[in-house]
């Protein structure tokens, strides 16, 4: 079969499975575009290149598929470059295409030209740029295969102009060749065993589920481990949906806003059985106060996060699909009644300091969050920001689906929310998708409101809107004299601008418009903006200090009156 | 302590690029790399020479592997090796002192491979410390101009070179599916 360049990456894309990409069409990429309309493939006009990125990881973290992102050279290239690093940190797996200026001016400073290999280098898992169109079917092969195995990531291809037009005769590899490019597969019997030893003589163990468990899509293996072994299990922020939230050997999130009980949990341990996390800094604190008195095993199927952070005291270097299920049998039911009850006190302790608990008729965040929940059953996908409001999401939403959350967690992305909930939603059709954003961070991607109304994706859309880059004012408030330089925001009227797109929207200054605005959001068949004026000086509690352990909590304070603590 | 790992790669354009970048991103401190052909066509061999904690050592080597391009990986600071490196170094040389250096490289069992009006140039390889020694005696004669290599390392014949004494010669060799890191690094 006689192809282009162009159409051989359609056609490759098409035998991926590819069915939605997300992208900007510019000079460099137009033979792709003039192609891409003859291919049962629907572009997603993003309305800039780094939302691209976003939804494309989005989706994949939604879908479990891979995501697909296309850009055009140059500024098309580098605005990609924020989502991409995004998607790295969080191991999504995710395929981007970028255009490069013809090959016989590479090199010159061609218009719209810039090194994107080079620039992507440290934060793709792999990236290529391609010449040659007769290299395009195995370098698409190899890229997904890269991006969606072991542990998964984003791999980009760079495809310059003359390559995408050549005419190759086109043939699709069944197989990769990747001398380099190893999957764990190493007999691990020996160390599952002494892990179950070691489980099994613990009296106080607690499992850290991570993103892995919903990489691995081991969620029910995870349940069925703990609860065979009544073991508490501890999510980190992108671990949160691999256990339901309301099981009750389910803990929460831990870390630096993590649950209390969770972190004291984590305190007291002998043992810590750590499952596709990789000991971030915001989950551990200092590494030598994280979990001081347990012993901890390791499992991850990349071999350089055992010992990166957190000395490991066994590992267990493999895929969870394969861990788990050698492990479970082996672990045997414990009486750990004495070790539940503890942590049951924690979380008593935990829900007499909750704010919900207290009479107030303040607007707060937590209160807004806690109505979403309510009112889309725990089974909405919930897309949040970063920074204060990531953490009111994580901690007022009970999780109770898999895929449930989709959030930044290794880079911290702000802007995050509403491109990649647009790539969730392209995924999942059916489900109800949320953003959850704070006032700062949803400015900073804004624009793609035109997408939603373009697309007709009905999106529900939470600003929860203080006025402050939230998570920075508090910092400032607790660790540079309540000096707010540089984080007092100001902001368009959210309502209004969605309006202005086309996209419904609604201003809740009062407590008691919370729960109708939501009905509103929820039983409408469109996109809805919910601009929530919040209680501007609100903070995330509790907090760990930077350089504290996690166990030393700034607790809420008793009192909370027109949000000012006493 | 001074490590020294072997890595063999895929000989693609940018692969240098990856290692080195790679190192200044996890801020690894690296002393001498060396890369040239090894003895697979369109396999690249690289000598890398730095100064570290093991648990920092043990961290490169686990990065370095997850390098698509990077096929083998292997720390041989605890094997037996043979190690080499080749300097070239011009130094003054007046009438009256030529002869003391020619002598000096005579006795290191240097060459000299370049005599002009006003300087020697000199060949030397060995190990560094070798290499290291003529430099500090020629030092005091004007040392003018100085390319060293760094550091070119091979396991020696019948050592566990770790690839379970396949070596490293042949296609087959080239591992397949082996986890690499698991049998080669002490966890």
């Known amino acids: ?566 | 302590m001074k490590h020294t790992l072997v890595a063999l790669m895929e000989d693609k354009p940018g692969v240098l690029n990856r290692v080195s970048s790679l190192f200044h991103r996890r801020n690894y401190n690296i002393e001498s790399l060396t890369v040239g052909h090894s003895e697979v066509p369109g396999i690249s061999r690289m000598t890398i020479v730095l100064e570290g904690e093991d648990r920092i050592v043990e961290q490169v080597v686990k990065q370095l592997s997850k390098l698509i391009n990077v096929t083998h990986v292997l720390d041989v600071s605890d094997k037996p090796t043979v190690v080499r490196e080749l300097a070239l170094i011009k130094v003054r040389a007046a009438s009256r002192t030529r002869s003391e250096i020619a002598e000096l490289a005579r006795i290191f069992r240097a060459r000299i491979v370049d005599v002009g009006a006003t300087s020697l140039t000199i060949e030397i390889t060995g190990p560094e410390e070798r290499v290291d020694s003529l430099v500090g005696l020629l030092r005091p004669f004007g040392i003018e101009e100085m390319a060293r290599t760094g550091r070119v390392a091979m396991v020696r014949s019948g050592e566990d070179d770790g690839n379970n004494g396949k070596g490293y010669s042949s296609q087959t060799a080239m591992p397949q599916s082996v986890p690499l890191m698991a049998q080669e690094v002490p966890m």
């Open chain 1, 1 to 566: 079969m006689r192809l282009t360049g162009a159409q051989a990456v359609w056609e490759s894309l098409v035998r991926e499975g590819v069915e939605t990409i997300f992208g900007v069409p510019g000079g460099a990429v137009l033979p792709l575009y003039h192609a891409l309309a003859d291919y049962p493939i629907h572009h997603v006009l993003v309305r800039h290149e780094q939302a691209a990125a976003h939804a494309a990881d989005g989706y994949a973290r939604a879908t479990g598929k891979v995501g697909v992102c296309i850009a055009t050279s140059g500024p098309g290239a580098t605005n990609l470059v924020t989502g991409l690093a995004t998607a790295y940190m969080d191991s999504s797996p995710v395929v981007a295409f970028t255009g490069q200026v013809p090959s016989p001016v590479i090199g010159t400073d061609a218009f719209q030209e810039v090194h994107v290999t080079g620039i992507t280098l440290p934060i793709t898992k792999h990236n290529y740029l391609v010449t040659h169109a007769q290299e395009l079917p195995t370098v698409i092969k190899e890229a997904f295969y890269i991006a969606r195995t072991g542990r998964p990531g984003p791999v980009l291809i760079d495809i310059s102009k003359d390559a995408q037009i050549a005419e190759i005769e086109y043939a699709y590899p069944d197989e990769v060749h990747l001398p380099g490019y190893r999957l764990p597969q190493g007999d691990f019997s020996s160390q599952v065993q002494e892990a179950a030893q070691m489980l099994n003589e613990a009296r106080r163990p607690v499992i850290i589920a991570g993103h892995g468990v919903i990489l691995s899509g081991t969620e029910d293996q995870l349940v069925e481990l703990a609860e065979k072994g009544h073991i508490p299990v501890v999510a980190t922020l992108l671990g949160i949906g691999a256990m339901p939230d309301e099981h009750p050997l389910c803990l929460g999130m831990g870390g630096m806003h993590g649950q209390g009980h969770a972190n004291m949990a984590l305190a007291e341990a002998d043992l810590v059985l750590s499952l596709g996390s990789r000991f971030d800094d915001r989950f551990t604190g200092p590494p030598h106060t994280f979990a001081p008195l347990a012993r901890i095993i390791h499992v991850d199927v990349d071999p350089a996060e055992i010992g990166k952070n957190v000395p490991a005291d066994l590992a267990v270097i493999g895929d969870l699909k394969d861990v788990l299920p050698a492990l479970t049998p082996l672990v045997e039911a414990r009486d750990r009644s004495a070790w539940l009850a503890r942590i049951r006190e924690w979380r008593e302790e935990s829900a007499q300091l909750d704010i919900l608990a207290q009479e107030t008729d303040d607007l707060i965040p937590q209160y807004v969050v806690r109505q979403i929940w309510h009112a889309t059953q725990g089974n909405a996908i919930m897309v949040s920001d970063v920074g204060q409001n990531q953490m009111w999401e994580a901690q007022y939403y009970v999780h109770r689906r898999r895929r449930g959350l989709i959030s930044s967690g290794g880079l911290g992305t702000m802007g995050f929310a509403l491109p990649a909930a647009i790539g969730a939603q392209m995924g999942l059709r059916d489900e109800q998708v949320w953003v959850i954003a704070g006032d700062g961070g949803f400015q900073m991607t804004i624009q793609e409101l035109a997408t939603i109304a373009q697309e007709q994706i009905p999106l529900k859309i939470a600003i929860l809107n203080n006025g402050y880059l939230g998570m920075v004012r508090q910092w400032q408030e607790f660790f540079f004299e309540r000096r707010y330089s540089g984080s007092r925001l100001s902001g368009p009227d959210f309502a209004q601008v969605a309006r202005a797109y086309g996209i419904p929207g609604l201003t809740i200054r009062e407590k008691s418009e919370v729960v109708p605005a939501i009905t509103q959001a929820v039983t409408s068949d469109g996109p809805m903006l919910l601009d929530f004026h919040i209680v501007p000086e609100e903070n995330v509690y509790p907090m760990v200090a930077p350089g504290s352990a996690i166990y030393n909590m700034i607790r809420r304070p008793k009192t909370v009156q027109n949000g000012e603590e006493e």
